[in-house]
């Protein structure tokens, strides 16, 4: 997995898509339920300093999936049913940090109030992948970690 500043670093262009479509703006975030059932919830995830992050209340299920499995996707919205501004995809591994300084970086970063309840996770990054509609059909490009 890498940080957010590592793919910025190796795929400029891509990562300043991704800071558009995801930073401040609502997003889906999947994970695994312990079932094994895929579950959705609605984020705002925030980039700041080197890395992706999302906050979440303490008894929010994304929490305790992500206890059980890491692992996570992250989509943005399109803006329109024709997929105008395009779609941005990021998974990899979620981990929840309670650093107090680094929770400030977030919190300062952030574009809403941040309740001190909420617990932080950081999104380190896996793959990304950005589709854009054109006239000829969905254009990829995606990026992926090297390291694991």
């Avoid at 670093?9 to 994970?31: F, H, N, P, V």
């Avoid at 854009?132 to 694991?148: C, F, I, M, N, V």
Wanted: some cysteine; overall charge negative.
């Amino acid at each position: 997995m890498s940080t957010w500043k590592e793919f910025e670093e190796m795929a400029e262009s891509l990562a300043k898509l991704g800071r558009e479509r995801l930073d401040g703006q609502i997003c889906y975030l999947a994970t695994t339920q312990p079932s094994g059932a895929p579950r959705v919830h609605p984020v705002t995830p925030i980039i700041g300093g080197d890395d992706l992050y999302v906050f979440m209340e303490p008894t929010s299920p994304k929490r305790k999936d992500l206890h059980g499995d890491k692992r996570y996707a992250l989509h943005s919205t399109v803006r329109t049913n024709a997929g105008e501004g395009g779609e941005f995809l990021v998974d990899g591994t979620a981990i929840e940090t309670d650093d107090t300084d680094e929770r400030q970086l977030v919190v300062q970063a952030s574009n809403y109030d941040i309740e001190e309840r909420y617990v932080l996770f950081r999104l380190d990054v896996g793959r990304v992948v950005y589709t854009e509609y054109e006239d000829t059909g969905p254009q990829h490009e995606s990026w992926r970690s090297l390291t694991k």
